[in-house]
């Protein structure tokens, strides 16, 4: 159940996340490069846009909830099981940046999101092998300390 729940966390907050990073990057102003005053005249437009501070937080959450999935599941179970994030990520593109999305993409993003939740209906629990690979490291560190 907790997998789930981190999991949709996760979801929700990596799409919610991109959408407003990509909404505060599309309104940044265009600025002339000329060297280090441009790189830093456009830091701080960067870090003065509300759009940009809430996507940037939202994807730290979604990297937070990624990694607490990753600590109790297999990579091939996470993975596959934020594929939804896609679908949302495009249907609040299409809501909130008014992006065209084109049949053929919806087409490639569903085969996507169908081909992952195959994947991702199976067990999550780690395999056997996670702790027999934790026993041979705690082995090999114990056979190199006691050889110095």
Same mark, same amino acid.
């Given at each position: ?48 846009? #509300? ?7 939202? &994807? %730290? $959450?979604?990297?937070? !909830?990624?990694? +607490?999935?990753?600590?109790? @599941? ?27 999305? #084109? ?7 569903? &085969? %996507? $999101?169908?081909?992952? !939740?195959?994947? +991702?209906?199976?067990?999550? @629990? ?23």
């Amino acid at each position: 159940m907790k997998t789930a729940v981190v999991l949709s966390v996760a979801v929700l907050a990596n799409s919610v996340g991109s959408v407003c990073l990509g909404k505060g990057m599309k309104n940044f102003p265009v600025l002339e490069a000329s060297g280090a005053a441009w790189l830093l005249q456009a830091a701080v437009q960067v870090v003065l846009n #509300s759009w940009v501070i809430v996507g940037v937080f939202l &994807l %730290i $959450v979604f990297l937070a !909830c990624y990694m +607490a999935a990753l600590s109790w @599941a297999d990579l091939s179970f996470v993975l596959p099981a934020t594929a939804p994030g896609y679908i949302l990520t495009a249907i609040l593109s299409r809501i909130f940046l008014h992006e065209e999305i #084109s049949p053929l993409r919806w087409a490639g993003t569903a &085969l %996507i $999101v169908a081909g992952t !939740c195959l994947v +991702a209906r199976t067990h999550a @629990a780690r395999s056997v092998a996670a702790p027999a690979v934790a026993v041979l490291a705690e082995g090999l560190a114990d056979s190199t300390a006691d050889s110095e």
